[in-house]
């Protein structure tokens, strides 16, 4: 695998250098010269996400089996030992930023970095030194380590496989294709089964079931042994984890109702909470519960961690600040004994009396691990540790990872896209729909453009670069869209501050190089496909101009289906990280960019496609899913 | 009132307790010997005792007993409670018959079991007594008792006074009539009122674990109630009713700083009142504003509305069959509230809890809609940091107080499966009840510190507290915690103590965006799967094929009578639309809408309007039917999974529904335009086409049971024939009768009977819900008989879908309330009155909300007195006017300058009357009375050291109410200032005291002449005088009254004058030589000016006089009924400019 190398130029200098002028954009019209320089040029340098240094940003937490030392990493490149009863940081190191996870092996860390390029550093815990640094691929997170055998499992989101890396040497064993970007990952006790999380729906978002999948892989024999579908709806797959007796996988996500126009918030009506059971030998979803009451969601759920005995699962809700201390045995019963285990994830009072929220001091509660009595739980926003007594009773109390973050407004407007607590009774939170900022791959009905026309969920990547907002060009700005999804989406009223903190985050975003840009380059495929897409008898390059490849204007390409109005049309979306905002299309008919340019467009009006090869396709859509 | 603090007490008990538990292990010689003379409810107790040696006899015993309780529990309550907790409510029985020292260690081991080792000690302290041989009366036996109550009250109040150091309540009556609700006590009420003077708002501090009455506002003659605090604790908002018939509730809010107080809303015949503070800073409060009454009884309903701060934009926001009250602001930002229904069931048990959102979206069903269990839901709060609720059980025929219980509904939704009885926590069986929770103790008003510990309205004797009797209770404010542990908080000799609110700041509720869109006059509904849930449990899919949408008109007032009975027990139904046992309200079908294969359905209906839902098979006939209804606000899009499904439960994401697969429908007439069902026009005529040929006979005499009694070869009447029903003041039909199997009895209403031919659902059916297909036309033979061809009769679809409607309808015999009526015309003009009434308060709420659209903004009013010397004094007060206050003495020559709309209300000094002022250019210049211009008024009401005025716009709902329209006590003599204004041929050799306007001032003293209080209008001895009032603008009037000088023999009567309206008409009275009022009615008249003229009397002339004329009618704003005409409305700034939009939205009701 070769590794993608980062941007240097500003995106929001170039996007609104491109939208600031028509004669700016004018400029990469038909050039198609330019447009390969710009390419490459921005394919160089430049972190793939802005990490301030200034923020710990703790991201895993780990704990060693005496009980007596914690390990923190933290996506600003810190990893720590810490003394929980002290509180005290007892060594310290710096790996590279954007830390993604950690995991523990035998004497030594293994930190998964997606910068420079999706890398392992390896820290000896003895010597508190970094030992070597294995390469991973683009997106690494979520390492599993198996030290009887030497293993160290790697998931790389942005390639949606798993790289088996060999402990010691660093040495890639293997290599698993998952289903899309995963991103969380656990190793039964016996280092057969590796349960890997898929964070986010693929194919068409108009199927009959829409749903992020777990794979489970035979971890020995680096193969795929199932894909488990969750239910209908389920998207933002974050955490998982096994029991000790390696039985049940435990995997917390969103359950999305986007069946139903967004009317209300009201019992869920939008997006309700889960976690998933996976019976591991039986290789199947033993069935889904909510985490969230009746009148109060729990709003996206994180990590997950069983206790050493199973007899309980802790849950963090990064979006309502608490965790859900679950007790495994009734829960079990209970779903043994439904009688409609059907409507068992349709169900808000189904944990009722076997579960107990306990809301932790600090923001943002991600990362968890369990040691002994206590759960540690790392708060991303307020660089903070926060433990709880499994057993009922006793407050939180909560270690400082460093200074008190000082939030700047961008982070700030992180932290509220984040945070749940800005939305009624709690439900949901902007990240909700939009994990990593981007996409959750489901069609919604808002009703913003009236009700009765789901559409597809745009990423929010350059979002305030591009206007008007939305399929059908119904908010101006994107400023207006995020203060109206405060208002219909959140039913919140907020003050006009936290809505403009929420703009500079946005604006903040810089779109991931593609993991397809080879040393930074187009592929040859995709400068193939270049030439075909600015060619005008394909006329790709007609609509999908300019720096962010789009028009900004409303076009009928043929794509209008059932639910829409034959009157309408759609405005051209940018195809910056196309790679990764599948599916295509204003209702998200096209799964992948092959589907959006062959049977998606049948008519050949959304460019004439249809005289094309199969090559000069496969050479189309490298280009797209270099950008 | 008296303060339950414990300051005497405390001091002393600080020594005592040094001495006893201060050191530990301190011998018997620590306790003090004598008790401390403070120490009154002992000395009270142990001389009861003493004079109760003599009494063998049990009764005067326990006489002795209930007075020694009655005397303790006024004067110290604390006291009083704290031995009723320790010795139970036997206690004053058991202590005058007390033989020796077990009650008193009984006692202080009680009290002392909370308190640890502390307790132990004065257990140890009890025990030494003993060892000692302390006597039996030796106060200190309950020197010690009193040490552990001391202690284990400031245990207890701890958390609480930290967490709530104030706290604002009321004193006022136990709120309550005949049913749980009917507390509004209208002045123009139709029957019931409920109004007991004598009100506090008050005011309790902590201070430590002591506490601190005061009372903020007091008024002997009215009733203060529903205090709320802002949410940044510096406001109260309450209702506050001045007067039995002059005045009605209305929201009034003080600033608790400054102690100023403001009104919010107005008007006389309508009460607001159970105002709370939403988190955006508006108000939601219950009116009575809808003028609707009770179904079941003679009495005002009232619904939800909301307003801003100021009062202003009030607007309606439930649109409810009867009451809904209680509203509360949920954290989360949802109103809770209860709602009283009984739409095709019982009205006994459906008073259930409801939400809905601030703006009046979103209105369902939060807790036991469908239960027998609990009767009530009332007085219902939040437990902050949880998503429980704490309430009042009640019962139905029950005043405002029960037992306390928590609510968790993710427990469940109906019956006990969410409700826990608390104080104590105990079990909670499901209990089908009318009274429910009125024995023993009783609770009301609570409000949740946390899950455990509330403040809560008290009485541990319950209504029979006295003798067995039952009585009206004393309520107090309490501490208590959810296993009953309490303290008495404030108490009141003469009346009950209530609603205890914390008075400080808090984090506000969630502020919900406002969804409504005023514009629109109709919301859509969505439903998922009409299949789900166990409403249509057991139908196959596929079945149902439309929904009925229907609503329901309310009845404006009571007239007449019949009865109904079933499962859910009887009633009677006033101002019937059916026979006995049929529907309780005239049905308006508004349409039907597809709905689609896979159960979903979407479609629109019209906002702020209840409606609900009809399953129908594909023959129309009714599968399930909702027994409730729901309301839209304009614009709202609302969703639901299906028919009744669990309320724990989420969409499913099964599939998306075939209904969004393009715009919502609109509702599909049923046959013609949306008009009332009525029996006479929709069955009749069906009956007339096909049955009457052969269904021509005459009833047999008496009629009763008309079908069941028939043989069968006969064929009973389905004609027209009207049928007299004395009771229930209608003219029913032959035919209606005989096909609701209606019997008619000596003097009692008709009343049907569901038979196997026409079977329908009881309008006393249960409260749970029904299974599919109970009852309706699809259950009555008679459609069989029909889809047959009986005797020949082929109907065709439409009359088959008619005659179904009308089964499934409940058999409504009249479409609206006026028709078939057997009304007097007394009774149809007082129909027409409350028609009328709320008409005009449906258009004030019309005008309201246009003004809101268009951002009218509020009038300014400002206040200037020049004084002679050239200075100006221009003291401020709110922006919407109120206490204008100088620091000052007026001087001679001094001038009032009034700057504001053209309907203010003035009172321009202490002692004088409020009055309505009208003037076109919105500027009065009223010259500060002096010299013998200050006769008229009373003596020194100008010449106060701080003067005050009071100015503030008139509210709409003053101007619209009928009232004396000529009232202008500062009316000035010569040009006018302000209207209304009084001139005449002559006044009496130009004096003050002899002029026109004193004939409109206000007052009526007529047994003297001259100065105040008995100036006039005295013109001098001539014929034909004229005096005359001139109102500025138009106004309505009907009645004069005149009250003629009778300071006789001084005084001459004139006995004939002509009353010249300003329209051009006239009318000839005849007056008389008394001191009383004369009165005179005459057809109501729209004028600017009325003139006493023609003036006549008897030679030779004399002095003759006028010392007041009172004209009673009301202003004439005709933009609000004719938006197309009249224009004064909106000149005078009243109502909004925005005038097509009250045309738009003219009120549908």
Known sequence: MKHAKTRNVSWKTLAGLALGTGLASMLFVGCQDRDVDRTEILAKTVPIAPVEKAYFAPVAVLGAADGKTLYVAGANGRVVELDPASGQVVHSLTVPAEVTGMAAGAGQLFVTSVVPAGTVSVIDIKTWQVRSTMAAGAGACAPVVDDKAGRLYVANEFTNDIVVLDTHSGKELGRVDVVREPASAALSPDGATLVVGNLVPAGPANADHVAATVSLIDARQAKTVAQIALPNGSSSVRGVAVSPDGHWAWVTHVLSRYTVPTTQLERGWMNTNALSIIDLPAKKLLNTVLLDDVDRGAANPWGVAVSADGSCVVVTHGGSQEISIIAVKPLLEKLNQAKAPDEVPNQLSFLLDMRRRVHVNGNGPRAVAIVGPKAYVAEYFTDSLTSVILAEGGKPSTIPLGPEPQWTVRRRGEVYFHDASLCFQGWQSCITCHPNSRVDGLNWDLLNDGIGNPKNTKSMVLAHQTMPVGWMGVRETAEKAVRAGIKYIQFAVRPEQDAAAIDEYLKSLTPAASPFLVEGRLSDAARRGQKIFHDESVGCAHCHTGALFTDQLSHDVGTIGSYDKPEDRFITPMLIEAWRTAPYLHDGSAGTLRDLVTTSNKQDRHGRTSQLSPQQIDDLVAFVRSL | ?1149
Not at chain 2, 189 to 197: D, G, L
Not at chain 2, 787 to 816: K, N
Not at chain 2, 1023 to 1048: C, E, I, K, S
């Open chain 2, 1 to 1149: 009132m008296r303060s339950p603090g414990l300051h005497r007490r405390h001091l002393w008990m600080v020594v005592l307790l040094a001495l006893v538990c201060g050191g530990s292990g301190r011998a018997v010689a620590d306790v003090p010997t004598t008790a401390p003379a403070a120490l009154s409810w002992s000395q009270t107790l142990r001389d009861g005792w003493r004079q109760c040696q003599d009494k063998k006899d049990a009764a005067a015993v326990a006489g002795a007993a209930q007075e020694l309780s009655i005397r303790l529990e006024t004067a110290d309550p604390v006291a009083w409670d704290w031995m009723l907790q320790d010795g139970g409510l036997d206690f004053y029985r058991q202590w005058l018959t007390h033989t020796d020292t077990a009650l008193e260690r009984g006692l202080i081991a009680h009290a002392a079991e909370e308190l640890g080792p502390a307790g132990a000690a004065l257990v140890h302290a009890a025990e030494q007594l003993v060892q000692a041989g302390v006597a039996l009366d030796d106060p200190r036996w309950l020197d010690v008792y009193a040490q552990a109550c001391t202690q284990r009250r400031r245990a207890r109040l701890q958390a609480l006074a930290a967490a709530w150091p104030a706290l604002v309540f009321t004193r006022h009556f136990n709120m309550g009539g005949s049913h749980y609700a009917y507390t509004e006590g209208q002045s123009d009420a139709q029957a019931e009122r409920h109004f007991i003077p004598g009100t506090a708002l008050c005011l309790l501090e902590f201070n430590g674990t002591e506490s601190h009455v005061r009372s903020l506002l007091e008024d002997p003659t009215g009733v203060i109630r529903d205090p709320d605090v802002s949410y940044d604790g510096r406001r109260v908002l309450f209702a506050w009713k001045k007067s039995e018939r002059q005045d009605d509730y209305h929201l009034y809010e003080m600033d608790l700083a400054t102690r100023g107080v403001r009104q919010l809303t107005f008007g006389l015949g309508m009460a607001d009142y159970e105002g709370a503070y939403l988190p955006s800073g508006d108000i939601v409060l219950s009116s009575t504003r809808c003028v609707q009454s009770v179904d079941c009884w003679w009495t005002e309903v009232s619904n939800l509305y909301t307003c801003d701060k100021d009062g202003r934009f009030l607007r309606r926001l439930g649109f409810d069959q009867v009451h809904t009250n209680y509203p509360a602001v949920l954290e989360d930002g949802r109103v809770t509230y209860t709602r009283w229904e009984y739409n095709d069931r019982g009205q006994i048990f459906p008073q259930g809890l409801f939400q809905m959102n601030p703006d009046g979206t979103g209105q369902t069903a939060l807790y036991g809609n469908n239960t027998f269990f609990p009767t009530t839901i009332a007085h219902t709060r939040g437990i902050p940091g949880t998503h429980k609720l704490i309430a009042v059980a009640s019962g139905h025929h029950t005043r405002q107080a029960g037992k306390l219980i928590v609510i968790d509904p993710s427990k469940g939704r109906q019956e006990n499966t969410g409700v826990q009885l608390v104080a104590p926590v105990r079990e909670t069986p499901n209990v089908r009840q009318d009274a429910y929770g009125q024995q023993g103790d009783l609770f009301a008003y609570p409000y949740a510190l946390n899950e455990k510990q509330y403040v809560v309205t008290y009485h541990p004797l319950g209504w029979t507290s006295r003798h067995g009797q039952e009585v009206d209770p004393r309520f107090k404010l309490y501490y208590m915690d959810a296993d009953g542990r309490r303290e008495v908080l404030a108490a009141d000799a003469r009346t009950s103590c209530n609603q205890g609110v914390p008075a400080m700041a808090r984090t506000a509720a969630h502020v919900h965006p406002i969804a409504v869109d005023y514009r629109q006059d109709t919301g859509t509904f969505y439903v998922q799967d009409i299949y789900a849930g166990p409403g249509l449990a057991g139908v196959p899919r596929g079945t149902i094929k439309k929904l009925r949408v229907v609503t329901m008109e309310f009845r404006a007032a009571a007239i007449g009578n019949n009865s109904n009975g079933g499962v859910a027990g009887g009633a009677m139904s006033s101002t019937p639309p059916s026979t006995g046992n049929g529907a309780w309200d005239p049905k308006v079908i508004l349409g039907t809408t597809p709905v689609r294969d896979d159960g979903s359905a979407f479609f629109t209906v019209p906002a702020r309007t209840p409606v609900y839902f009809q399953a129908l098979d594909e023959k129309g006939y009714v599968v399930q039917t909702m027994r409730s209804w729901s309301t839209l606000q304009p614009g709202e899009n609302a969703s639901c999974v299906g028919c009744h499904e669990d309320k724990n439960s989420v969409p499913p994401p099964y599939h998306r529904a075939q209904a969004l697969n393009g715009p919502p429908a609109e509702l599909e007439p049923f046959y013609g335009p949306r008009r009332g069902f009525s029996f006479a026009r929709e069955i009749q005529p069906i009956l007339d086409r096909h049955c009457i040929a052969c269904h021509d006979q005459i009833m047999p005499e008496p009629r009763t049971h008309a079908m069941a009694g028939m043989p069968a070869n006969k064929s009973f009447s389905l004609l027209a024939t009207p049928v007299l029903d004395h009771q229930a003041k209608r003219c029913w039909s032959a035919s209606y009768l005989a096909l609701t199997n209606s019997s008619e009895r000596e003097e009692r209403a008709c009343r049907g009977q569901s038979t196997d031919l026409v079977n329908w659902i009881s309008p006393q059916s249960a409260p749970p819900m029904l299974p599919p297909y109970t009852a309706g036309a699809a259950r009555s033979g008679i459609m069989k008989l029909l889809e047959g061809g009986h005797g020949g009769a082929r109907l065709s679809r439409q009359e088959m879908e008619t005659f179904a409607a009308w089964i499934d309808l409940l058999v409504p015999f009249c479409g609206d309330y006026p028709e078939a009526n057997a009304w007097t015309p007394e009774e149809v003009a007082r129909y027409e009155h409350f028609v009328e009434k709320r008409r005009v308060l449906s258009a004030i709420d019309q005008s309201n909300i246009a003004a809101m659209l268009a951002a009218t903004p509020a009038p300014v009013i400002q206040v200037e007195v020049q004084m002679p010397s050239g200075r100006k004094l221009a003291p401020q007060a709110g922006p919407n006017g109120g206490e204008f206050t100088f620091d000052q003495r007026w001087e001679p020559g001094s001038r009032i300058v009034l700057h504001g709309p053209s309907y203010m209300i003035i009172r321009l000094a202490d002692g004088l009357p409020e009055s309505l002022l009208y003037t076109p250019t919105g500027q009065v210049v009223f010259p500060v009375p002096s010299g013998k211009e200050g006769k008229v008024y009373p003596p020194g009401a100008f010449a106060a050291d701080r003067p005050r005025i009071w100015v503030r716009p008139a509210a709409v709902e003053e101007l619209l109410f009928r009232r004396n329209v000529a009232l202008n006590p500062y009316d000035v003599r010569g040009p006018a200032v302000g209207f209304p204004h009084a001139t005449a041929s002559s006044e009496c050799r130009d004096e003050p005291v002899f002029a026109a306007r004193n004939a409109i001032d206000g007052m009526v003293e007529n047994r003297h002449h001259g100065s105040w209080p008995a100036e006039s209008w005295g013109p001098e001895q001539v014929q034909n005088a004229w005096w005359q009032v001139d109102f500025g603008r138009p106004v309505l009037v009907d009645t004069l009254t005149l009250y003629l000088r009778a300071d006789f023999p001084h005084d001459h009567t004139w006995h004939a004058a002509v009353l010249e309206f300003s329209d051009g008409t006239t009318e000839n009275v005849v007056l008389q030589n008394i001191a009383g009022p004369q009165t005179f009615t005459f057809k109501p008249r729209q004028v600017t000016t009325l003139r006493l003229g023609k003036l006549l009397q008897n030679e030779p002339l004399g002095w003759c006089a006028l010392s007041e004329a009172e004209v009673f009618g009301q202003d004439v704003p005709a933009t609000f009924w004719h938006p197309m005409t009249g224009t004064g409305g909106k000149d005078v700034g009243l109502v909004p400019a925005a005038l097509e939009t009250v045309t738009n939205g003219a009120p549908r009701r």
